[in-house]
């Protein structure tokens, strides 16, 4: 199965910044979607975007995806000392499953 | 509405021992994952449920990890016998058949040492 490449692997940011993590992958999926996972903790989902969808939006977050590309973007705006945590981009293992491949994830990193 | 309940929350074991954990899912919740979590890595499907049967268990390593959901609710995974390499957090999620957002337990931190 395919695996999610992301970068960077670490971000390290000042309170009200913006942050973007970038998530690759390698063949056709019909959905993407992002988790943040705090420190000892489960990961929690954040956004879903769909094959067909280029960019989707929730609250501070901003979601892109480039099907061309196999490429999807997460910028967190304004960034705050709460949104500490590692960050993952996952999709599907394989057309018509709904198992997911998660990335390696990002690790950010907001200094209050 | 309650989350997925997981516990141990730590274990602590030596190699070659067992061990087990326990997920309890959503309610209404049909389909089921354990996930293996590596420091510093995404995590990894060990196994899926739909209700009680198996739909995906081809990267569990069936010599020594095992999983069961009989009654199509909570669920058990077992690792017999424990290696240093299975050292990770185990996380165990569900999801209603119609959505893609999968829910996450707290997940189980095992050392085996």
């Known amino acids: 199965s395919q695996q999610g490449e992301e970068d960077p692997q670490a971000l390290s940011i000042q309170e009200g910044e913006n942050a973007t993590m970038n998530c690759s992958y390698k063949?056709?999926?019909?959905?993407l979607q992002w988790y943040r996972q705090n420190s000892g903790r489960g990961l929690v989902h954040l956004i879903l975007i769909r094959s067909n969808e280029r960019e989707k939006h929730s609250g501070r977050l901003r979601v892109t995806l480039d099907t061309s590309k196999k490429s999807s973007s997460l910028l967190i705006t304004a960034s705050r000392a709460a949104d500490t945590a590692s960050y993952f981009c996952?999709?599907?293992?394989?057309?018509?499953?709904?198992?997911?491949?998660f990335g390696s994830g990002t690790r950010l990193q907001v200094q209050p | 509405e309650a989350g997925v309940a997981q516990s141990p929350r730590y274990k602590i074991i030596e190699k070659r021992q067992s061990v087990a954990f326990w997920c309890n899912p959503i309610?209404?919740?049909?389909?089921l994952y354990w996930y293996q979590q590596i420091l510093g890595q995404g995590p990894k499907l060990l196994i899926q449920f739909q209700n009680n049967g198996v739909v995906d268990d081809s990267q569990l390593p069936k010599d020594r990890f095992s999983a069961e959901r009989l009654k199509g609710v909570d669920s058990t995974l077992k690792i017999q016998p424990a290696k240093l390499e299975d050292s990770a957090v185990y996380l165990c999620a569900s999801h209603i058949d119609r959505d893609n957002e999968q829910f996450f337990g707290p997940g189980t931190r095992l050392t085996v040492l």
């Open positions: 309610s209404g919740h049909a389909t």
């Open positions: 996952a999709f599907p293992m394989d057309t018509g499953r709904r198992a997911l491949t």
């Open positions: 063949t056709s999926i019909n959905n």
